[in-house]
T-cell receptor, first 112, second 114 residues
Framework: GNSVTQMEGPVTLSEEAFLTINCTYTATGYPSLFWYVQYPGEGLQLLLKATKADDKGSNKGFEATYRKETTSFHLEKGSVQVSDSAVYFCALINNAGNMLTFGGGTRLMVKP | GAVVSQHPSRVICKSGTSVKIECRSLDFQATTMFWYRQFPKQSLMLMATSNEGSKATYEQGVEKDKFLINHASLTLSTLTVTSAHPEDSSFYIC??????????FGSGTQLSVL
């Protein structure tokens, strides 16, 4: 079956540091890939997505590139802010669009 | 680790009937649970936040009377799709946060309305 593996947290960074959260996946065919974010006390929100190989999703300074050759979708941000402190989830949807698989989540803590 | 159980995994019903989906936190208490809907080939849409002991908070555009949410206890939230129609056919998924700040997802319910 499909699976998503993301790096264990928590990740603790100082403000303005560079962020990378690794995500790799196992899936048949050509899934769509997503990063979701959950801020404290809130539900899940879509952060960015990519639907085919070499696509780059971007939003709010975050980026992730769909790398089929390495089955990865690593999340990056050049300069994090305290307000970026949240839990980040990598996910994929299969070809048929009817099965959603999440990674375990990575907590990011940004200190001033 | 924490587990969220969602039932049923698949349901097929006739138009006009109501369908109840259960979401249970098996080894932790959840005062809040989230309900999402996923449209084909698209991302999840947050529908509502259920709160134990009080009314659910619905996202804009979600019909409260169509999607009834009840958070009956610290381990159970239910979503009832009332008078279901074919356009309600979708994949519904719940999640529950732990006190430690992690979020766990149910396995989802595929609803097909004929």
């Amino acid at each position: 079956g499909n699976s998503v593996t993301q790096m264990e947290g928590p990740v603790t960074l100082s403000e303005e540091a560079f962020l990378t959260i690794n995500c790799t996946y196992t899936a048949t065919g050509y899934p769509s890939l997503f990063w979701y974010v959950q801020y404290p006390g809130e539900g899940l929100q879509l952060l960015l997505k990519a639907t085919k190989a070499d696509d780059k999703g971007s939003n709010k300074g975050f980026e992730a590139t769909y790398r089929k050759e390495t089955t990865s979708f690593h999340l990056e941000k050049g300069s994090v802010q305290v307000s970026d402190s949240a839990v980040y989830f990598c996910a994929l949807i299969n070809n048929a669009g009817n099965m959603l698989t999440f990674g375990g989540g990575t907590r990011l803590m940004v200190k001033p | 680790g924490a587990v969220v159980s969602q039932h049923p995994s698949r349901v097929i019903c006739k138009s006009g009937t109501s369908v109840k989906i259960e979401c249970r936190s098996l080894d932790f208490q959840a005062t809040t649970m989230f309900w999402y809907r996923q449209f084909p080939k698209q991302s999840l849409m947050l529908m509502a936040t259920s709160n134990e002991g009080s009314k659910a908070t619905y996202e804009q555009g979600v019909e409260k009377d169509k999607f009834l949410i009840n958070h009956a206890s610290l381990t159970l939230s239910t979503l009832t799709v009332t008078s279901a129609h074919p356009e309600d056919s979708s994949f519904y998924i719940c999640s529950a946060p732990t006190g430690g700040g992690k979020l766990f997802f149910g396995s989802g319910t595929q609803l097909s309305v004929l």
